[in-house]
């Protein structure tokens, strides 16, 4: 499984577009990138996945790069409500294969 | 609501103790797996059941064992307990193909005194 690197924590103010890039020098072909998002407390929740370019759903958009060596999750306008740890995966989690979600990047949102 | 179910929401128990976490995947989702998220820490991989089989192990304890039951439920079993083990432990749940994600349960949270 494709080792991933994300910031440990990003502070936001309100409204603005938040960007979290994840990096994943040892992506498989096969490999796929899949955001989620953690409240305290609770599970974690998916937001979005990709295999290449981009991809967009009501809730954020996730940016691709050619070589897939990196994503970032594009988080429009945020609100308070969206501080949470996101977390990159990076891997066929279809397989029999181990899963592992890292530390996250804990995001601050501030008013 | 992911359609994970798990039980108790809270546990609280001495050291030495063995206690059972139970897991109920989503409707149609053959595989579960169970993490451990101490405090401020990332989530740990714990071990994957699919349809009734172990599939893969993580940074599971000795003193911790899993199964899943012909039902697909699972449990998770901690025994030995030390005040370390005090975790939120999560079970998540999924079909299993290539792009499917993973549905988390709400979590139980296990308090060792």
């Known amino acids: 499984l494709a080792k991933t690197t994300q910031p440990i924590s990003m502070d936001s103010y309100e409204g603005q577009e938040v960007n979290i890039t994840c990096s994943h020098n040892?992506?498989?072909?096969?490999?796929?990138i899949t955001w989620y998002q953690q409240f305290p407390s609770q599970g974690p929740r998916f937001i979005i996945q990709?295999?290449?370019t981009k991809v967009t759903n009501e809730v954020a958009s996730l940016f691709i790069p050619a070589d897939r060596k990196s994503s970032t999750l594009s988080l429009p306008r945020v609100s308070l409500s969206d501080t949470a740890v996101y977390y990159c995966?990076?891997?066929?989690?279809?397989?029999?294969?181990?899963?592992?979600f890292g530390t996250g990047t804990k995001l601050q949102v501030i008013p | 609501d992911s359609g994970v179910t798990q039980t108790p929401k809270h546990l609280i128990t001495a050291t030495g103790q063995r206690v059972t976490l139970r897991c109920s995947p989503r409707?149609?989702?053959?595989?579960v797996y169970w993490y451990q998220q101490s405090l401020d820490q990332g989530l740990q991989f714990l071990i994957q059941?699919?349809?009734?089989?172990?599939?893969a192990k993580g940074n599971i304890l000795e003193r911790f064992s899993a199964q899943q039951f012909p039902d697909l439920h699972s449990e998770l079993n901690l025994s030995s307990l030390e005040l370390g083990d005090s975790a939120l432990y999560f079970c998540?749940?999924?079909?299993?193909?290539?792009?499917?994600?993973?549905?988390f349960g709400p979590g139980t949270r296990l308090t060792v005194l």
């Open positions: 998540a749940s999924r079909k299993n193909s290539d792009t499917d994600t993973q549905y």
């Open positions: 040892n992506i498989a072909t096969n490999d796929y």
């Open positions: 990709g295999y290449k």
């Open positions: 995966l990076v891997g066929v989690t279809g397989g029999y294969q181990k899963v592992t």
């Open positions: 409707s149609g989702d053959l595989s």
């Open positions: 059941y699919y349809n009734g089989e172990e599939r």
